[in-house]
């Protein structure tokens, strides 16, 4: 579930009440609508330092986004950890990796090399 509420109704994939508890609690982090509303998979993720206490430090793209997408604001959210791995579970296996950890789909499958 989003932690900030924009002006614009977002029409997520999963409905909040279909969001189940997969994963331990670890923090929330940044996500961009190409994968909640738009419904594509995560392609790049990167961890860096926390921005405040609950952040994990991960940020999430389908790695489809133009950076003009990226800067604008309204395309991004705070997430549950949670709450994105319901859209996409072959992130789990890789949340724990430390700081400064940036992480790409290999095509066609379910796992991610480090670059």
């Known amino acids: 579930m989003p932690f900030k509420n924009h002006e614009v109704k977002k029409n997520f994939r999963i409905i909040s009440v279909d969001i ?9 982090c940044l996500a961009t609508d ?3 509303v738009d419904g594509l998979k995560v392609g790049y993720m990167y ?8 952040d994990s430090g991960w940020r999430i793209f389908s790695g489809t986004e133009s950076q003009d997408y ?3 604001s309204s395309n991004t959210e705070i ?4 709450t994105i791995a319901n859209y996409d579970p072959s992130i789990i296996p890789y949340l724990n990796s430390p700081f400064g950890t ?3 789909r290999i095509p066609g499958t379910d796992k991610f090399n480090k670059i």
């Open 70 to 72: 990226v800067d604008n």
């Open 102 to 104: 940036e992480l790409e």
């Open 47 to 54: 961890r860096e330092e926390s921005d405040f206490e609950a």
């Open 34 to 36: 190409k994968i909640n």
């Open 20 to 28: 189940r508890k997969i994963m331990p609690s670890m923090g929330c």
């Open 79 to 82: 997430y549950d950890l949670n």
